[in-house]
């Protein structure tokens, strides 16, 4: 991570975003919202999250 950002991302703050030991995710996230917390923390710019328009049809 220090090569990418330059600098250093507190454990604590990334640790917090993880799935817990038994496997289940952090309480009232969903997925796309924790790797752009994550993304942030680094200092690396989130990614283009698809639409209901990028779905296909059907």
Same mark, same amino acid.
């Given at each position: 991570? &220090? *090569?990418?950002?330059?600098?250093?991302? =507190?454990?604590? %703050?990334?640790?917090? +975003?993880?799935? $817990? @030991? $038994?496997?289940?995710?952090?309480? %009232?996230?969903?997925?796309?919202?924790?790797?752009? &917390? +994550?993304?942030? +923390?680094?200092? +690396?710019?989130? @990614? *283009?999250? @698809?639409? =209901?328009?990028?779905?296909?049809?059907?």
């Amino acid at each position: 991570m &220090r *090569e990418a950002v330059d600098g250093d991302v =507190d454990p604590d %703050d990334v640790r917090h +975003l993880m799935a $817990s @030991p $038994s496997g289940a995710p952090p309480p %009232d996230e969903i997925v796309e919202e924790t790797v752009d &917390r +994550l993304m942030t +923390l680094a200092g +690396l710019p989130g @990614p *283009e999250w @698809p639409t =209901d328009d990028d779905m296909p049809a059907g």
